[in-house]
């Protein structure tokens, strides 16, 4: 891959291409804004980069592909922002963000700013482009990725940097002023966004080598020179304002780590002077002790919060916010698609006003727009009545906007009278509620719903009936989805091919597959879900109370992209959703065949949330759902089901204080899907990308017999808890390798890795797998590493059975 610098110097003019994004929604027709309303406070956070149509994505993979050229990519890029810019401006917001584009992440971004390379990448100076930048995201045909972590309690994935006390920091990326001086070409005046230095610091982990107990806050007068070469670059491009995001301020931090936040930005005050600085947070409440320090910080201008996540923060200012300082209320929800109940926010800002004063408040997003879907215009098939309730972030940038003229005087009242009658429709709708669900929802709370036996008990039944292999090797659910295999659902989904002609396709692809595993030996099998576009959607689209849309996008990593169904109302089966695919492929073997489902609280957290009722309630009512199709998958004789809660850990909150009640409601949740079945009926769980060390006795306490769990890509830490003395009597298989990753490990590497295990973990319990699903992978990639796979479990069976 040619190394490429991240920014393309093509001229501006020649790249610019507006009809990209749309904002013509009926919304943004009733709003007319002229030059008067520019000046009126409102902000956004930040924005998605894949655009309304993926088109970032579909770049992305091209030229990973080789079919087209870095300069095709810069371009797709360039008019992505553009575009954004421009209709940001043209709805009348006043603080625009820049940098908030990435090729892949914005840590990653900061990372490579900051010229922080791991060694292991080869790079030796100067700018960094392409070939670095993507070898840390993906890793290559020689080295390994970078560890993949959740955005906190987000579905979106950050690259962790990889730190230590022989890092030597340079200014490797100018990414941050080229972008703001892009935006000044176009004639747009933005606020460019930079990860805050201590956030970045404390959301890093040590390198491999280096003593875990070293403090990465000792780094912080290494990188803060870099942060005041970026400011000081920004300010002479013509920068008025600079928006640091610190996140991490809503944790539970200790006084060392408050005390970061006041030294780094003392040493920054006087690079600071003259420039505008807002401090952002979001996600949650900031706690007492956070707020007292991050509104004692020098050189800042603002402070930003999330009022939608974080409500007890407005108890903190109405005890006393800084004279003088601007707050920036994040009143509009970035991270669901429910339309604002500007009523309600138009109140609370009034508060906030009297407060801190008339020309002191800036209406703003919650956080980022990056973690909902780009613009409601796009859907053309979706109901219009849950559309008419709904809000994307091009639609959110008009409700900013609303507000920020309502609070100076000039509310546009057909725009809050259509947005009055749309709540009141909600609230009124009877496909919003189903009396049997919220009973049988109700009933749940009696009980913890625990299996009738212990799980060495059922681990003893079961191997009675499978009759496994020490060290049984299995994948995770899914296998590659080829162009081919896309069609034929997306035909069949239009009508061009019949139900016959569609199921002969996918029994085809699932014999393909359950052929495939057994030509490489692998114990227990999966049917690779071909019939499936996505595993929360899937099973969305089979269950009442959910609605889909066509483009609703949202980044999870990279190029991968999800798209979350809504819930809108109470959830029920009507009937059976994987009996009959999982039924045909257990006909196909005499192997055992996982029946694959997505777990309650997966599908919670994976989705946009109706907010007018707790989560935990629409969390059981989807549990019930998912315990009819276990309990019909074991009727049909499926012996091995797996129930996925890849998304368990990341919902959990980020304060300490909340944590317990979420666990317990989460990992009760689970039980109740498989708590009736027999106890020679295996029950599998998955989880992945996200730390667990934390949560691993609540990971027991869920019961699973057999979880497979990521491992590979964050080096193995998972494996800490058991050297620590943790106690695992279920069924456990740390993935051996990283999926996410075009590379192939070696039979060596992944025996290596399950000798690694075998130290700390017993061998009756240990099983062989990936990292995840195969889904994103080339089956020329999947085949050889299964295949080595398969044979370092083989070589491990032979020389434990020599040992012995």
Known sequence: MTQVLLQSLTPFSSLISFHTLSFSTNRLASLHFTLRFRTM???????????????????????????????????????????????????????????????????????????????????????????????????????????????FDTNYHFIVPELGPEVKFSYASHKAVIEFKEAK??????????????????????????????????LIGKILPIYKEVVTELKAAGATWIQFDE??????????????????????????????ILIETYFADVPAEAYKTLTSLKGVTGFGFDFIRGTKTLDLIKGGFPSGKCLFAGVVDGRNIWANDLAASLSTLKTLEGIVGKDKIVVSTSCSLLHTAVDLVNETKLDKEIKSWLAFAAQKVVEVNALAKALSGHKDEAFFSANAAAQASRKSSPRVTNEAVQKAAAALKGSDHRRATNVSTRLDAQQKKLNLPILPTTTIGSFPQTMDLRRVRREFKAKKISEDEYIRAIKEEINKVVKLQEELDIDVLVHGEPERNDMVEYFGEQLSGFAFTVNGWVQSYGSRCVKPPIIYGDVSRPKAMTVFWSSMAQSMTSRPMKGMLTGPVTILNWSFVRNDQPRFETCYQIALAIKDEVEDLEKAGITVIQIDEAALREGLP?????????????????????????????????????????IIHSIIDMDADVITIENSRSDEKLLSVFREGVKYGAGIGPGVYDIHSPRIPSTEEIADRINKMLAVLETN??????????????????????SNMVAAAKLLRTQLACTK
């Open 247 to 276: 996140p991490t301020l809503v944790k539970d931090l200790d006084s060392h780590q408050l005390q970061a936040f006041s030294h780094a930005y003392s040493e920054l005050e006087s690079t600071l002077s003259g420039l505008n």
């Open 765 to 786: 319990i240990l099983w062989v797998n990936p990292d995840c699903g195969l889904k994103t992978r080339k089956y020329a990639e999947v085949k050889p590493a299964l």
């Open 185 to 218: 070409a176009l004639g747009v005046e933005t606020v460019p966004v930079l990860v805050g230095p201590v956030s970045y610091l404390l959301l890093s982990k040590p390198a491999k080598g280096v003593d875990k107990s070293f403090s990465l806050l000792s």
């Open 41 to 151: 406070a409102s902000h956004i956070v930040g924005y998605p980069r894949m655009g309304p149509k993926r088109e970032l994505k579909f770049a992305l993979e091209s030229f990973w592909d080789g079919k087209s050229s870095a300069e095709d990519l810069q371009k797709v890029a360039a008019d992505l922002r553009a575009s954004i810019w421009k209709q940001m401006a043209d709805a009348g917001i006043k603080h625009i963000p820049s940098n908030t584009f990435s090729y892949y992440d914005q840590v990653l971004d900061t990372t490579a700013m900051l010229g922080a390379v791991p060694p292991r990448y080869g790079w030796n100076g100067g700018e960094i482009g392409f070939e670095t930048y993507f070898s840390m995201a993906r890793g290559n045909a020689s080295v390994p990725a970078m560890e993949m972590t959740k955005w």
């Open 654 to 694: 980020l304060r300490k204080s909340e944590e317990a009640f979420y666990l317990d409601w989460a990992v009760h949740s689970f039980r109740i899907t498989n708590c009736g079945v027999k106890d020679t009926t295996q029950i599998h769980t998955h989880m992945c990308y996200s730390n667990f060390n934390d």
